[in-house]
C-alpha cells in the first residue's frame, strides 16, 4: 500500500509536467496555424504544413487524454472517506485498455451510470477488479466484437455489468481466478449476467 502512494505520488507530478509540455505544444502548433493562415497560401508546401499541424494537435489531444487517465491511476490508490466514483474510474479504465482491447481486436466501449454513483472501495481496488473480468473476456472475444461495460444501480448498489461470452466460459480462464480472488477479499459480489451471458460486479455500497 505505501509502496503504491508513493510511486502514485511520483507519477502524478509526472504527468502534470507531461500535461504542461503538451499544452505548450498545442500553443506553438496553434501559432504557427495562425502565421500560416496570415500569409502561407502562396507558400508551396502549405497544404502539407496544414495537414501536418492537424496531425500533430490530434496527437496532442490524445496525449493530453492519456495523461490525464494516468494522472487518475496515480491516485487511485488513496482512500476518500466518500468512496470511489464509480464512472470515473471505469472511464479511466476503459480509456487505458483500449489499446489492449485493440490488440485483440475489440472494441471497448462503457455505458456511464448516474453522476455521482459510489462505493466503498477505493478507485485502484474497483479499477483492478473490471480489468481481471475484461482480461478475461478478451481471451474469448472473436476479432471484430464489441465488449460493452455498463454502470449501473440496484438496490442502492453500485452494479458493474460486463457483456461479455457465456458466465461459465469466464470461470474457465485464468484470469477469473484472480478476479474471484479479489472479489472475496473485498466483498464484491459476482454472478451471471442476464441469459447466462457476462458477468455482473456488484461493488460495495459506500460507507456513507
Not at 3 to 28: P, V, Y
Not at 184 to 199: E, F, M, N, T
Request: charged share 20%; hydrophobic share 45%; proline share 6%.
Amino acid at each position: 500500500m505505501r509502496d503504491a502512494l508513493f510511486m502514485g505520488k511520483l507519477t502524478a507530478s509526472a504527468t502534470h509536467e507531461m500535461q504542461n509540455i503538451l499544452a505548450t505544444i498545442r500553443e506553438s502548433s496553434g501559432l504557427m496555424e495562425d502565421l500560416l493562415a496570415m500569409g502561407g497560401e502562396d507558400f508551396k508546401h502549405a497544404e502539407r504544413f496544414k495537414k501536418g499541424l492537424r496531425v500533430l494537435a490530434e496527437q496532442v489531444e490524445r496525449g493530453m487524454a492519456l495523461s490525464e487517465q494516468l494522472n487518475y491511476c496515480a491516485h487511485a490508490p488513496e482512500a476518500g472517506p466518500a468512496g470511489a466514483d464509480v464512472n470515473e474510474a471505469l472511464r479511466a479504465l476503459t480509456g487505458l485498455m483500449h489499446r489492449q482491447a485493440a490488440r485483440s481486436r475489440v472494441g471497448l466501449e462503457l455505458s456511464p451510470g448516474r453522476t455521482g454513483l459510489r462505493t466503498a472501495l477505493r478507485p485502484v481496488e474497483v479499477m483492478e477488479a473490471v480489468a481481471l473480468a475484461v482480461e478475461a473476456a478478451l481471451g474469448l472475444l472473436p476479432p471484430g466484437s464489441q465488449l460493452r461495460l455498463c454502470v449501473e444501480e440496484q438496490g442502492g448498489l453500485a452494479v458493474v455489468r460486463l457483456f461479455a461470452p457465456g458466465f461459465e466460459a469466464l470461470r474457465e480462464t485464468p484470469a477469473w481466478t484472480g478476479l474471484s480472488a479479489q472479489a472475496r477479499s473485498l466483498g464484491i459480489g459476482l454472478s451471471p449476467g442476464p441469459g447466462g451471458l457476462g458477468a455482473v460486479l456488484a461493488l460495495p455500497r459506500p460507507v456513507a
